[in-house]
């Protein structure tokens, strides 16, 4: 095996444009187009500290493609957070829109903070000094920003609060993700889980996955807790949960509820009763059915790619799997769901968030769902029709879709 050099997240990206133009007809123009951003935007955040002192943070907005309309994406808080990352992230976040098929572009945002070690004081002053820099670049016809890692819908409410202040705009339609009585969509809490839960069931029978399927989640955040228990809902049997820390595995199977309660109340998965402790890479090769990554980027390399024994990977994390190893997985006949499908859930519920904004209108739980379920399942089918007719894997099938798409709105 050779060894493979770490890429920063833009890197693997680009990596993934150049593997969908081998098998498709891409042409060099709209490549480079791609591998180019509208506009990136760094900014330095003055905020006030509860003892009396100011600290500067960094903020960043990178608007990467507005061919389908308004930039669309979320805003990170993290302390790895960086310009390569939320590059990489808007040119998914592009890719994830056109194939989805929603009149959105691509973006994303973010602060390099680690949000743990503010008060709310100083978390709410900081998300609001954001919203000072960058509110000429943002709105509803121009970029729409949402949650992503470490924000919350009480984030976006202050957000929308400081916008609707510095313009004068109450559609509320400018941030997404925000809390239903402050204009949220239905449903945008579990969107991103479900609408995972949709593509895979749209695409196990294709892919030769049992009805009853065993599953490893890696990640107890919003996405992967939401998953874990929407899998078991519908009569699958997850096998493995974890947190950043470690997880815990049950050939029997796990209560995602149980496991989520016990974290809550002992802050750690370790000792949770019944249950093996394991660590997150020993998770990642378990014998399952379906490995749903659901944490941080470049968690599948070209280092371990070989020993996945999973049938197929349903990717609801973003960039989890690097190019070396798609490469060695679809070698293996093992199917990545890649996570421009498989995790476009939230940003189609954030799309008719702002739809209902613009409208005045509020659409229910099961409205919201049924059109998230429709809008998937005919996208994935599209997708995977596509892999066969070219022979080729899922991910760079999801990428020609989309390119294409992008391709015809630029001829407009």
Known sequence: MSKE???????????????????GK?????????????????????????????????????????A?????GGIRYHAQADMHEVKALALWMTLKTAVANIPM????????????????GELERLSRAWVRALYRNIGPKVDVPAPDVNTTPEIMSWMVDEYE?????????????????????????????????????????????????????????????????IFTTHGHRVVAMSDSKGGVYSAEGLDP????????????????????????????????DVLVPAALENQITGQNAGDIKAKIILELANGPTTPEADDILFAKGVAVVPD???????????TFEWQQNLA??????????????????????????????????????????????????LEK
């Open 5 to 23: 050099i770490p890429l920063n997240p833009f890197e693997n990206a680009l990596n993934q444009l150049k593997r969908a133009q081998k098998v």
């Open 26 to 66: 891409i042409s060099d123009e709209l490549l480079e187009r791609m591998q180019a951003p509208e506009r990136e935007i760094r900014v330095g955040l003055q905020v006030a500290m509860d003892d009396g002192s100011k600290r500067i943070f960094e903020g960043y907005r990178v608007q990467h493609s507005s």
């Open 68 to 72: 389908r309309g308004p930039y669309k």
């Open 105 to 120: 572009g691509g973006g994303k945002g973010g602060i390099t903070v680690d949000p743990r070690t503010l008060s709310p």
């Open 165 to 229: 202040k510095l313009t004068g705009d109450k559609t509320r339609a400018a941030f997404t993700g925000k809390p239903i009585a402050n204009g949220g969509s239905e449903g945008r809490d579990k969107a991103t889980g479900l609408g995972g839960f949709y593509v895979f069931n749209a695409l196990r029978e294709g892919l030769h996955i049992p009805a009853s399927a065993t599953v490893a989640v890696q990640g107890m955040g919003n996405v992967g807790g939401h998953a874990a228990t």
């Open 257 to 288: 509820t149980k496991v989520e309660a016990y974290k809550k109340e002992h802050k750690s998965l370790e000792g949770y009763p019944g249950a093996k402790t394991i660590s997150n890479a020993e998770l990642l090769l378990l014998e399952v």
């Open 340 to 350: 421009i499908l498989a995790n476009s859930g939230g940003v189609v519920v954030s």
């Open 360 to 409: 005045s209108e509020h659409w229910s739980e099961t409205e919201v769902n049924n059109k998230l379920k429709e809008l998937l399942e005919r996208e994935a089918s599209n997708i995977f029709a596509r892999a066969k007719e070219l022979a080729t894997d899922l991910r760079r099938a999801a990428f020609l879709v989309a390119l294409e798409r992008i391709e015809a709105a």
